[in-house]
């Protein structure tokens, strides 16, 4: 982020013609980034349009990598197929007929709120929406559900079927911040009662996904795939 010029530059002297951007990155506060002028530039733009959405983030900051440095920017998804969510991706416990109809709801509730670009991520139960992912990501949307519901209700938590639901928003670019979920993500279902996952196929990537069913199986919790 400092130094935006030397990143372009490196792509331009040792002729990269292809580049592929992968791994988790903190969305900045704008007003506060110490940059050169090419990132003033950049940021300027974004400023100027007044959409702050991460979709529109990201698009503009590939299209402006892909001009400048003469790359072209790759989605994941054409080269690791094999990492994205597929419909025979399923742990053994299978959710109930109750949870479809949640899993359902949570669905098109993902697919209201990306029309405004916004949340890859939700929390369902049987009591209803729990809680929206914000800039905090999905970890902290996992234990926020939690905690606040246990703070808030007074209800059996036994009876509480939480499920985290995750998927790609509509038209989003796959050349970068394509959902994920992992073995991390799996120990904090676990370690909050929840009762399992739905994701999209084709849309999510699952990191170490044999060790992620595995390890769904060992605690009976599903990975519901669309």
């Known amino acids: 982020i400092n130094e ?17 951007i992968a791994g988790k990155v903190k969305k900045p506060n704008f007003n506060n980034i110490k940059t050169d002028n090419f990132g003033k530039n950049l940021i300027s733009k974004i400023l100027k349009s007044q959409i702050f959405s991460d979709d529109f983030i990201l698009k503009t900051i590939v299209k402006k990598i892909e001009k ?3 790359v072209k920017v790759i989605e994941l998804t ?3 197929k094999n990492l994205m969510a597929q419909k025979t991706d399923i742990a053994i416990t299978q959710p109930t007929d109750d949870d479809l109809k949640i899993i359902k709801k949570g669905f098109d509730v993902l697919k209201y709120l990306s029309k405004i670009d916004f949340a890859q991520s939700i929390v369902m139960s049987n009591l209803g929406l729990l809680g929206i992912e914000g800039p905090e990501g999905t970890n902290s949307l996992i ?22 639901i995750k998927n790609a928003k509509l038209n989003q670019s796959k050349k970068a911040d394509i959902p994920v979920i992992g073995l991390e993500t799996v ?3 676990v370690k909050y009662n929840y009762h399992g996952i739905a994701i999209e196929s084709g849309n999510v990537i699952i990191l170490n996904k044999y ?12 990975l519901f795939i669309k």
């Open 187 to 189: 120990d904090l279902i």
């Open 143 to 164: 234990e926020r559900c939690f905690s606040y519901f246990n703070q808030t209700d007074n209800c059996d938590d036994n009876k509480v079927r939480r499920i985290l």
């Open 78 to 80: 054409n080269i690791a």
């Open 4 to 20: 935006v010029e030397l990143f372009f530059n490196f792509l331009k002297d040792n002729k990269i013609k292809l580049l592929l």
């Open 211 to 222: 060790k992620v069913i595995e390890k769904m199986n060992l605690h009976n919790k599903f």
């Open 68 to 70: 400048i440095a003469n």
